[in-house]
Each structure stands twice: as structure tokens, then as C-alpha cells.
């Protein structure tokens, strides 16, 4: 079996250099017809559009993206070509729930939004949308969720209608995933009448996907007053994001919500576990990622302990410092533990 990997995947070359004839390593975004054309599978993430152009003509039969979002796999082009793909669901939930923790913290100390009675709005409840829902409650928060397909499916009371939540939230945070067409159309759906039909100039935070928010509408409402602030990990056009957003926002990262340790060996697990379901092969590998440097935290409040653990200031700054290097902020970032690898002691 010949397999083509994305060389930013970590975690991966020990276990599948026992799985696989040959193993190719290469960067997501120069995937090529010529390179893929004689591989058996790929192991993917967000960089590399997997659509007729890159497989047409191939012997792939199997694609597995170390990512949750799969907005860069064409699935009809696979379904019609027989590629089977897979996802890695929930592998950074917890990772994307830990930067929306210590951004609202830090929300709460630099700019005195005071978190506890304010109204937590979640769009796309989820496997990222259920994490981050309960963080606002742990925080004190009151917490109004959105999910129509859910909705649709499960009925009752659990959900609130969008108007609701556009009229009632103080914070309002994306976590749907990038769907262009249909009735559930994730595309733009905060755009200018969304933003004009806000009721208590809200923070916006995205961690979705930067074409879930239209940023000229984004920028506007933040010039305006309809938006309060922003907390932006998603950009339109990546990695030649908009600088005026960048300019305005209280938080700007470059898509590394769900870049801790734990969701990439999560994300590297799932992928070769499907691989090896796929292939049929009995195989047994142990990822997990590596221990913090300093696991144990003395902190004198749960902002500072939290913020021991993550501080989105650093992303932020080194975006600001280095915007053109959007990639490889990207590419060289120094994977973090998630709550689970600290234990915290209160002095
Ligand atoms: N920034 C990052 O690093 C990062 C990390 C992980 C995930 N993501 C993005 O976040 C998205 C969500 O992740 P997840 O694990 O929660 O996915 P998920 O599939 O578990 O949940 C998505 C939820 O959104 C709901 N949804 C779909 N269309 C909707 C709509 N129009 N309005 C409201 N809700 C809608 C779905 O019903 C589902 O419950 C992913 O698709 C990915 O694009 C980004
Ligand atoms: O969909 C996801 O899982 C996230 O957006 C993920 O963090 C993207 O990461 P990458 O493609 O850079 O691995």
C-alpha cells in the first residue's frame, strides 16, 4: 500500500511506516495529480482540496483528513469516484473549548465584560458547540444554543431560533461547519443583515470556518458599534487574510483553535485507525502526545491558572507581529496540552 501524507501531520511516521509499503511526505498544499496518481489513500488536513482536478485518473481509494472539518473534500466528486473518506469527529473539540475559555477570561480582565449573568449565545451545537456551551455555564453565564438541523431531528425545547439569539446574546459564537448549499447554508450566514438585526452590540468569536462570516460585514459592524468585539481564530481568503479585521479584533489567531498536543494525536489516531479499517489490516499503535514541560500550575485565580495552561495573547501577538506568515505560524506551532495534562494548585 502507498500512502501520501501531509508532512505536517504529527504524531504519525512510527506507526504507519509499520502499515504501509511506502509512505510519501509532503506539503498539504502542493498535493499534485502527478504525485497522488499511483497512492492507494492520503492522510490529509484542511490544506489539501481533494475535488475531481487532484484525483481524477488515480488508484486513491481512501482519504483520511486529520482534521474535523471537511470542507475541502469534494464528497459528490468522491461518492461518483468511489474514494471513501473519513473525518476525525471531536478530535479538537476540547482544544477549541480551552481557547474560547481563556478568551472570554481574558475578555472579562482586559476589557471588563464581566462573563457571570451575561447571555452566551452557540451556533452549531455540535461536538465543539456542546464543549464550548458548557464552558459559558461554568463561567456563569447564561447560555441560548442554536442548532436547526439538530432541531429538526430531535425536536423540544433544548434550541432557540437564531432571532432569538441575535436579540438576546452578549457573546455570540460560531461553530458550525462550512456548508455552501441548502437548507442548513453555513456560508455567510453572519453577513450585513445579520449583523444589523443585533440587539446588545455582542461580542462575535468564530472558530469555524472565516466563510462562515462575511468580513466586510464583520469589519462594518465593528466600526459601527453593532459588534462590540471580536474573537477571530477563522479567516476568509486563508492565508491572505484581511488586515483591517486583523486591526480591529480583540483576539486575531491563526487557525490554531484545535492545535493542541492532545486533538493532533487524536486527529493522527482516528486517521489511521479508519485507514486500517479501510485496509483491513490488524494493527496496534500507541499515540499520545507529550507531557508538559511544567504540569503542575500554582495560580491564585482561575484566569490565571487558565491562562497558565493557554494564552491566546501569544497567538495573537505573533499574528499581529507577522500576519504574512499566516502558514507557518501555522506550521511551526509549538502544540499545547489541554486541561487534562495540568493539575492545578490555588495558592
Ligand atoms: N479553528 C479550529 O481550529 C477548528 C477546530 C475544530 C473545528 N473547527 C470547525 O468547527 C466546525 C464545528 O466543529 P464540530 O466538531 O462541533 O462539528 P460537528 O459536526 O460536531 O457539529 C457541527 C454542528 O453544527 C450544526 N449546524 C449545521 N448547520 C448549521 C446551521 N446552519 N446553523 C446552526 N447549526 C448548524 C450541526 O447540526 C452540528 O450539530 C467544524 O466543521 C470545523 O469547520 C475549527
Ligand atoms: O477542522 C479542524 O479540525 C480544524 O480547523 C483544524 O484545526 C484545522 O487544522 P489543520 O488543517 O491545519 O490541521
Redesign the pocket.
Known amino acids: 500500500m502507498k500512502v501520501i501524507v501531509d508532512d505536517k501531520i504529527p504524531f504519525i511516521k512510527e506507526a504507519l511506516d509499520t502499515l504501509a509499503d511506502e509512505v510519501i511526505y509532503a506539503p498539504g498544499k502542493d498535493f499534485t495529480p502527478e504525485l497522488v496518481r499511483d497512492a492507494d489513500a492520503l492522510i490529509i488536513r484542511t490544506r489539501t482540496r481533494c475535488d475531481r482536478r487532484l484525483l481524477e485518473g488515480s488508484r486513491v481509494r481512501f482519504i483520511a483528513t486529520a482534521?474535523?472539518?471537511f470542507?475541502h473534500i469534494d464528497t459528490a466528486y468522491c461518492q461518483e469516484a468511489g474514494i471513501t473518506w473519513q473525518n476525525a469527529?471531536?478530535c479538537?473539540?476540547a482544544?477549541?473549548a480551552q481557547y474560547m475559555h481563556s478568551s472570554l477570561l481574558l475578555l472579562q480582565r482586559q476589557k471588563g465584560f464581566r462573563l457571570e449573568g451575561k447571555t452566551l449565545g452557540v451556533?452549531?451545537?455540535?461536538?465543539?458547540?456542546t464543549k464550548v456551551a458548557q464552558v459559558g455555564r461554568e463561567l456563569g453565564m447564561r447560555v441560548l444554543l442554536?442548532?436547526?438541523?439538530?432541531q429538526e431531528k430531535e425536536g423540544g425545547n433544548l434550541f432557540s431560533p437564531?432571532e432569538q439569539l441575535m436579540e438576546e446574546c452578549d457573546v455570540l459564537t460560531f461553530?458550525?461547519?462550512?456548508?455552501r448549499e441548502g437548507a442548513?447554508?453555513?456560508f455567510h450566514?453572519a453577513d450585513a443583515d445579520f449583523f444589523g438585526r443585533l440587539k446588545c452590540r455582542p461580542v462575535i468569536a468564530n472558530?469555524?470556518?472565516g466563510e462562515v462570516i462575511e468580513t466586510q460585514a464583520l469589519l462594518h459592524a465593528l466600526q459601527t458599534g453593532q459588534v462590540s468585539n471580536a474573537i477571530i481564530?477563522?479567516w476568509e481568503n486563508e492565508p491572505n487574510i484581511n488586515l483591517d479585521l486583523l486591526d480591529r479584533v480583540f483576539i486575531g489567531t491563526p487557525?490554531?483553535?484545535?492545535?493542541s498536543a492532545d486533538g493532533k494525536a487524536n486527529a493522527t489516531r482516528m486517521s489511521l485507525d479508519a485507514l486500517c479499517r479501510f485496509f483491513h489490516i490488524d494493527a496496534h499503535y500507541h499515540i499520545e502526545p507529550p507531557a508538559p514541560p511544567q504540569p503542575l500550575i500554582e495560580a491564585h485565580d482561575l484566569t490565571e491558572a487558565s491562562l497558565a495552561m493557554y494564552d491566546p495573547r501569544r497567538d495573537d501577538q505573533a499574528l499581529r507581529l507577522h500576519p504574512e506568515l499566516f502558514e507557518k505560524l501555522r506550521g511551526d506551532y509549538p502544540l499545547r496540552r489541554e486541561q487534562g495534562a495540568f493539575q492545578v494548585k490555588y495558592i
Open positions: 482534521t474535523i472539518g470542507d469527529p471531536g479538537n473539540s482544544s477549541v451556533i452549531g451545537v455540535g461536538n465543539v458547540g442554536n442548532d436547526p438541523p439538530r437564531l461553530h458550525v461547519p462550512l456548508i442548513h447554508k453555513t450566514l472558530t469555524s470556518r481564530d477563522v487557525h490554531i483553535a484545535g492545535y
